[in-house]
T-cell receptor, first 113, second 116 residues
């Protein structure tokens, strides 16, 4: 158990819909990262938040947005869903300093039909 | 250019034998970290081992060791005495010091299958 909690674990929805994925980082970790893992694109970095502030954006679509709240949990919002958005979405957190390994949640598997 | 390259999409190894999973990286940053993660069929990402670019010795964690060859920009993972539970996807990743986002960049992964 990494200590990172993601909900929901599985989600099935239709094209055009909107979903919200939630992540609670490990206790004490200020950084939250979101990654998307699809079969054809591998693990792609989406966005990084540190203590409530956006630090970096990766290959995140304009239809997607995220935020980190004062209690440090984070939400990833996916809207106008397309079939190609079907993927495993990971949240990860890390310590400030140290080697900086990421501790991943179990992922949220999104299926868009 | 790819920052992390894993050239072996899939590999077989006999149980109890050692196996090496290849990883090469590309960076001009003198300070960086290299990581290996394991992803079993259940999907979670499990951190295995870390190597810093300034570390003089190869990292080891139990049956895992990292064969770090800085000049060749390679960071191969060696798993000794393979077990059936080692069957999984393995990902190599890198963090560059000058990376403002501090995120890890992952390779495409290698699927390891351990034969009984």
């Amino acid at each position: 158990d990494s200590g990172v909690t993601q909900t929901p674990k599985h989600l099935i929805t239709a094209t055009g819909q909107r979903v919200t994925l939630r992540c609670s980082p490990r206790s004490g970790d200020l950084s939250v990262y979101w990654y998307q893992q699809s079969l054809d694109q591998g693990l792609q970095f989406l966005i990084h938040y540190y203590n409530g502030e956006e630090r970096a954006k990766g290959n995140i679509l304009e239809r997607f947005s995220a935020q980190q709240f004062p209690d440090l949990h984070s939400e990833l919002n996916l809207s106008s869903l397309e079939l190609g958005d079907s993927a495993l979405y990971f949240c990860a957190s890390s310590l400030t300093g140290g080697s900086g390994e990421l501790f991943f949640g179990e992922g949220s598997r999104l299926t868009v039909l | 250019a790819q920052k992390i390259t894993q050239t072996q999409p899939g590999m077989f190894v006999q149980e109890k034998e050692a196996v090496t999973l290849d990883c090469t990286y590309d960076t001009s940053d003198p300070s960086y970290g290299l990581f290996w993660y394991k992803q079993p069929s259940s999907g979670e990402m499990i951190f295995l081992i870390y190597q810093g670019s300034y570390d003089q010795q190869n990292a080891t964690e139990g049956r895992y060791s990292l064969n770090f060859q800085k000049a060749r920009k390679s960071a191969n993972l060696v798993i000794s005495a393979s077990q059936l539970g080692d069957s999984a996807m393995y990902f190599c990743a890198m963090r560059e010091h000058n990376n403002a986002g501090n995120m890890l960049t992952f390779g495409g992964g290698t699927r390891l299958m351990v034969k009984p």
